[in-house]
């Protein structure tokens, strides 16, 4: 059983940056892959970026390629999202979700726990 809990969401102004903690309870934490998803008003959750359980390999969405970056830190049991020119299309809810195994998954269901969401809105 993993518990994940996000923090480090708010309000920026387009071009400004924040940084996304997902702290993970659990011994088995290093087992898991980690990724982000983010859930728009009125649309779908989408994939935004993940990493392997090493940490070693991460993967991203087309829209925040250069923008965005995934970290982890194992002996904290925390992933990291830093985001940095923050556009207004931004905005939503973001989620840290964990599944079990070493590789990358970017499909919402191959994640087998999530966190429960922290809002960032990028004002425009």
């Known amino acids: 059983q993993v518990q994940l809990v996000e923090s480090g969401g708010g309000l920026v102004q387009a071009g400004g940056s924040l940084r996304l903690s997902c702290a993970a309870s659990?011994?088995?934490?290093?087992?898991?892959?980690m990724g982000w998803f983010r859930q728009a008003p009125g649309k779908e959750r989408e994939f935004v970026t993940a990493?392997?359980?090493?940490?070693?390999?991460?993967y991203y969405a087309d829209s925040v390629v250069g923008r965005f970056t995934i970290s982890r830190d194992r002996a904290r049991n925390t992933v990291y999202l830093q985001m940095n020119s923050l556009k207004p299309e931004d905005t939503a809810v973001y989620y840290c979700a964990a599944t079990l195994g070493p590789t990358i998954a970017t499909l919402e269901k191959l994640y087998d726990y999530w966190g429960q969401g922290t809002q960032v809105t990028v004002s425009s």
């Open positions: 659990g011994r088995t934490f290093n087992l898991y892959a």
């Open positions: 990493t392997s359980w090493s940490g070693g390999s991460t």
